[in-house]
C-alpha cells in the first residue's frame, strides 16, 4: 500500500475511484438492480404475486439494513478495505447460491444475505470514495460520483449478460437459475480485480486524514442535525426502488421486445456512470440539502413518464433522465455528510443514511407490488413511487448546512434565475 498522499496524481485519484467503483457494481448494480431483470421470469416460473416479487427485494433491503448497522463495528475491527473486498466476496456468493432455490422462503432468505453484504461493500466503499475525495478537494465531487457511478457498470453488464443467458437456457426447467450463476461469476471476477486495485491505496485513504484523526470529535449530535436530508433520503429510498424492482415489468406489458429491454436497461447504466461527470459540481459546491432535493424531483418526472406514455421513446427517455440522476441522490449524501462533519465522523454519517436508505427499501418494492397487485396495476404503483420521491424533495428542500461559517458559502435552494 501507498504510504504517502503526497504522490496521490489526479490520473491516479481517478483510476483508485475507478477500482472502488467495482464495490459499486458489485454490492447494488449487480446484487440488487440485476434483479429486475430477472423477475418477469422467475414471476411467470415460480407463480408469485406482484407483493411477493417486490418482498424479494424487499428481503433484500431488510437484510442491507442489518449489514448497515453492523458496518461501522466491522470497519473498525477489520478496516474499511478489508470489509469492502470481504463483503464483495459474500454478495457474489449469496447471488450464486440464489440459483439452486426455488422456494420463496429460501430465496428470500438468499437475497437477504446478499443484501447484509451489499451493505458491508457499499458503505466501506464510499467511506474509502470520500477519503480519496478529501486528498483532492478541487475533484471530490467527480471521485465521488465516479465511485457511485459505478452502480451503473454493474446494471450495464446485468442488461448485457441476462437476456441471452435466458435466452440460451429457454426450454430449461427454472432457466432463470443460469442467470444467477452468470451473475455470480462476474462478481467475483470484479471482486478480484477490486482486491488488486485496493492495494495501491494511500494510507491516509484507509486510516483517515492524520490531522482528522487528531482532532476533537464535534458532539454526536451532529449527525442528527440532518434530518431533513435523512428524512428525504427515507422517501427517496421507497420511491427509486419502486421503479427498479418493476419498470422492466411495466414494459414488458407494454409490448417491449426483449431487445428493446437490453437497450432500455443498458442505456440507463450507461446514464449511470456518465452522471458521475454531469453533477460532479453541483456537489462540490453547495452544501445544503438542495441538490438532493432537485434530484429527487427531476427522478420522479423519470417515474412517471412510461405511465404517462406507452410510446418507446418516452421509455428510452424515462430511463435515461433515472439513469443520470438517482446515483447522484446517493453521492449528494456523502458529499453532505463529508461538508459537514468532520473526518472521525464520516463513517457514522455515512452509515445514518444508509440505514434510512435501508428502511425506505424495506417499505418500498413490497407496497409497491401490493399497489400493483389492485386496481390499475404496475402503472399505479409508480404513481405511488414518483409520490414518494416528490415527497422526499419536499423534505431534503428544508436542509442547511450545519456549520456557521458555512453561511458564507452558496446553499442552493434550486435552479438559478
Known amino acids: 500500500m501507498t504510504t504517502l498522499a503526497a504522490t496521490l496524481t489526479p490520473a491516479r485519484a481517478l483510476r483508485l475511484a475507478l477500482a472502488l467503483s467495482l464495490g459499486a457494481a458489485v454490492s447494488l448494480g449487480i446484487a440488487r438492480f440485476s434483479y429486475g431483470l430477472l423477475l418477469p421470469p422467475m414471476r411467470a416460473d415460480l407463480g408469485w404475486s406482484y407483493a411477493l416479487a417486490g418482498g424479494m427485494n424487499t428481503a433484500n433491503a431488510a437484510g442491507y439494513l442489518v449489514g448497515a448497522l453492523m458496518t461501522p463495528a466491522l470497519i473498525r475491527r477489520y478496516g474499511a478495505l478489508r470489509l469492502l473486498v470481504g463483503g464483495a466476496v459474500w454478495a457474489s456468493l449469496f447471488m450464486g447460491a440464489s440459483g439452486f ?65 435466458l435466452r440460451a437456457a429457454d426450454g430449461q426447467a427454472h432457466g432463470w437459475a443460469w442467470a444467477w450463476w452468470a451473475l455470480a461469476l462476474a462478481c467475483m471476477a470484479a471482486t478480484a480485480v477490486l482486491g488488486l486495485a485496493a492495494r495501491a491505496m494511500p494510507a491516509d485513504v484507509l486510516q483517515g486524514a492524520p490531522a482528522s484523526r487528531a482532532a476533537a470529535v464535534v458532539p454526536r449530535a451532529a449527525v442528527h442535525r440532518l434530518v431533513w436530508a435523512l428524512a428525504g433520503y427515507l422517501m427517496f429510498g421507497v420511491g427509486y426502488i419502486g421503479y427498479m424492482t418493476f419498470v422492466i415489468a411495466l414494459l414488458r406489458e407494454q409490448g417491449a421486445s426483449p431487445e428493446g429491454i437490453t437497450a432500455f436497461y443498458a442505456l440507463l447504466g450507461v446514464a449511470c456512470v456518465a452522471s458521475a461527470r454531469l453533477w460532479a459540481g453541483l456537489l462540490d459546491r453547495f452544501r445544503g440539502g438542495g441538490p438532493q432535493a432537485s434530484l429527487n424531483a427531476l427522478l420522479g418526472l423519470a417515474t412517471l413518464l412510461p405511465v404517462l406514455s406507452a410510446a418507446w421513446p ?61 386496481t390499475g396495476g404496475l402503472a399505479r404503483g409508480l404513481v405511488a413511487s414518483a409520490a414518494a420521491l416528490w415527497l422526499g424533495a419536499a423534505l431534503a428542500w428544508q436542509q442547511r448546512p450545519l456549520a456557521t461559517e458555512d453561511a458564507r458559502r452558496p446553499t442552493w435552494r434550486g435552479p438559478r434565475p
Open 101 to 165: 432455490f426455488t422456494s420463496a422462503p429460501a430465496l428470500l432468505a438468499q437475497r437477504l444475505l446478499a443484501g447484509v453484504a451489499s451493505a458491508w461493500v457499499f458503505v466501506a466503499g464510499g467511506l474509502l470514495a470520500a477519503r480519496l475525495g478529501a486528498l483532492q478537494p478541487e475533484r471530490a465531487g467527480l471521485l465521488l460520483g465516479l465511485y457511485y457511478g459505478g452502480t451503473g457498470f454493474g446494471i450495464t453488464l446485468s442488461a448485457l449478460l441476462v437476456p441471452p443467458v
Open 314 to 374: 418516452v421509455a428510452l427517455l424515462s430511463g435515461l433522465l433515472f439513469g443520470a440522476v438517482f446515483l447522484s441522490v446517493v453521492a449528494s449524501t456523502t458529499a453532505l455528510v463529508r461538508h459537514n462533519l468532520p473526518d472521525a465522523q464520516w463513517g457514522s454519517g455515512i452509515s445514518a443514511f444508509t440505514i434510512v436508505f435501508a428502511l425506505g427499501q424495506i417499505v418500498g418494492p413490497t407496497v409497491t407490488g401490493w399497489i400493483s397487485d389492485g
